[in-house]
């Protein structure tokens, strides 16, 4: 099983600034079957990146991911109000055996 | 527009049965393989199963395989989660979600809204 641990667990931001996020898998990912998701509370998760880097539909070009093989980055480059919320890694390289990050809160500093 | 509106769920002692169900709309359903993911109270996500676009291939979870069964009836667009021997530990808020392009190896694009399923005595 692919482990994803992300980090930090907490992040607190600004409005205006720019967020990075972390997410690290115990074994390589292969062709980038990475994905991130950001949940809100109470409502079901939504799928911002897929393949590591390309964003999902309808989502603001602030939103990017990078990396490859065993480390992953979202990037937020300028945070708006609506940003705060927690934001999973998931892969899906070891289907069908699927696993989440425990995920990263990004709150309001 | 392309939804998933979801259904069941409740309260249940353990070791009892329940259905959830998962309707599909604004996309032909036929083509896509489909999930369920929970997640505990205040944890995070923990993918539970997969069925294939046909429903002939069927993939579960360690934690549930043997009590829940995954199906679909392509005619009427629309998912089925049997969950028996029920646990505390399955108490959590289900989501069933599609598969992006259809595939295994594929982000989960589309969410229902989210069952709650309590499990108590």
């Known amino acids: 099983e692919i482990v994803l641990t992300q980090s930090p667990g907490t992040l607190s931001l600004s409005p205006g600034e720019r967020a990075t996020l972390s997410c690290r898998a115990s074994q390589s990912v292969s062709r980038s079957y990475l994905a991130w998701y950001q949940q809100k509370p109470g409502q079901a998760p939504r799928l911002l990146i897929y393949?590591?880097?390309n964003r999902a539909t309808g989502i603001p070009d602030r939103f990017s991911g990078s990396g490859s093989g065993t480390d992953f980055t979202l990037t937020i480059s300028r945070l708006e109000p609506e940003d705060f919320a927690v934001y999973y890694c998931?892969?899906?390289?070891?289907?069908?055996?699927?696993?989440f990050g425990q995920g990263t809160k990004l709150e309001i500093k | 527009q392309v939804q998933l509106v979801q259904s069941g769920g409740g309260v249940v002692q353990p070791g009892r049965s329940l259905r959830l169900s998962c309707a599909a709309s604004?996309?032909?359903?036929?083509?896509?393989?489909m999930h369920w993911v929970r997640q505990a109270p205040g944890k995070g996500l923990e993918w539970v199963a997969l069925i294939s676009y046909d429903g002939i291939n069927k993939y579960y979870a360690d934690s549930v395989k043997g009590r829940f069964t995954f199906s679909r009836d392509n005619s009427k667009n629309t998912l089925y989660m049997q969950m028996n021997s029920l646990r505390a530990e399955d108490t959590a808020i289900y989501y069933c979600?599609?598969?992006?392009?259809?595939?295994?190896?594929?982000?989960?694009?589309?969410w229902g809204q989210g069952t709650m399923v309590t499990v108590s005595s």
């Open positions: 604004g996309f032909t359903f036929s083509s896509y393989a």
């Open positions: 979600a599609r598969a992006y392009r259809g595939n295994y190896r594929d982000a989960f694009d589309i």
């Open positions: 998931q892969q899906y390289d070891s289907s069908p055996m699927y696993t």
């Open positions: 393949g590591a880097s």
